[in-house]
């Protein structure tokens, strides 16, 4: 047999092999190309339970967020970072690729939809409600910081927009002359006591000292004013607060408890209230989803928004610490002013009757 005529057996025999060996055996590994049967007999919908687990329980997180355990404070970081935990969807989604498990894919439809929910027709940058209307005004809410290098260009930036109110925390004895020369003019009626103030162009009166302060602090601490403005819609109580920042500690997590206190009486305060129209501006170092608010929040009809426009820290703003909140009206756009020299950024907002 020549050279030619046995290549041409064997390429035959090799043929014939590849077109009658046996298929793979059930059970066999798939070859990555397709969703079928994994070593261990499962099929696609079978396999990636867990992950469908995690999806579902994310999808209930927007609407449930109040029943995650508050120990060590992770009920509030949580809520903290309520709207950002949508992106845990993506990870997942690659988990359920990287698994082919269509079980997987289709429950991933519920986190998608329910984040979808809470999204929709809410952008980063503002929140509308309705325009400005006939009855209403403008306010701006700013924790202008303690160290800011230039208060006096920070509140001209903030009287630029044209607000009746504007509400500061963190106003320093120091910065306090250089904040009145911009304001006093434009904004000729203010009231300050301790670090938070008011400036308004209508007149004040009942102005007074809001007691916040948590019973652990043993110094000086005055951070809250009520007051009354004579607004162009009607007399107005107007209240500034700020409350006290969560520290982080280990072991004990996220330390919340003289922030909650200072809610309750916040919210107390509030409750006892006897002009029908309020507004709450402040720094609350809460989102309006943190359960540590609900004394607050529960006192308000309008928490501005669904807390999409980011406040805090000013170079990558993730949370709405600052806030703009009524009752018995309409909070009707929201939106965050140019950054400052602040590690806040400022909320303007207005207010519907």
């Excluded at 390429?11 to 070593?39: C, L, Q, V």
């Excluded at 006093?184 to 302060?213: C, E, F, I, M, N």
Aim: charged share 20%; proline share 7%.
């Amino acid at each position: 047999m020549n050279h030619a005529r046995r290549c041409g057996v064997l390429t035959k025999m090799t043929s014939t092999y590849e077109n009658h060996r046996e298929p793979p055996a059930r059970g066999a590994r798939p070859d990555g190309r397709h969703w079928g049967e994994d070593a261990r007999g499962r099929t696609t919908w079978q396999r990636g339970r867990l992950i469908g687990l995690c999806a579902v329980l994310l999808g209930l997180l927007p609407v449930f967020h109040g029943y995650v355990p508050d120990a060590r404070g992770l009920g509030s970081l949580a809520e903290t970072f309520l709207p950002w935990l949508g992106l845990l969807i993506l990870p997942l989604l690659l988990l359920a690729r990287l698994r082919r498990s269509a079980f997987a894919l289709l429950t991933l439809a519920v986190p998608v939809m329910a984040w979808a929910g809470l999204l929709g027709g809410v952008y980063l940058g503002g929140f509308d409600n309705g325009g400005t209307g006939a009855y209403g005004f403008g306010v701006v809410q700013h924790n202008i910081a303690d160290d800011n290098p230039d208060p006096a260009g920070t509140v001209r930036a903030l009287a630029a927009a044209g607000p009746e109110l504007i509400a500061l925390q963190e106003v320093t004895p120091a910065a306090l002359p250089a904040i009145s020369g911009v304001l006093d003019k434009q904004y000729p009626h203010h009231a300050v006591h301790g670090t938070v103030g008011l400036w308004s162009k209508s007149p004040l009166r009942d102005v007074r000292p809001l007691d916040l302060k948590p019973a652990g602090i043993t110094q000086p601490w005055q951070r809250g004013l009520r007051a009354t403005a004579s607004t162009p819609v009607g007399h107005v109580a107007v209240y500034v607060a700020h409350l006290p920042s969560v520290r982080a500690a280990w072991p004990q997590g996220l330390k919340t408890g003289w922030r909650n206190e200072a809610a309750v009486k916040l919210g107390a305060a509030l409750g006892d209230e006897q002009v029908e129209r309020v507004v709450l501006l402040g720094d609350l170092n809460a989102t309006a989803d943190d359960r540590g608010l609900d004394p607050v929040v529960a006192r308000m009809d309008d928490t501005g928004g669904d807390g999409f426009v980011f406040s805090w820290p000013r170079r990558f703003p993730v949370a709405r610490l600052d806030h703009v909140m009524v009752r018995d009206g309409v909070v009707s756009r929201v939106e965050r002013l140019a950054a400052t020299g602040s590690d806040h950024v400022p909320v303007s907002a207005w207010l519907r009757f």
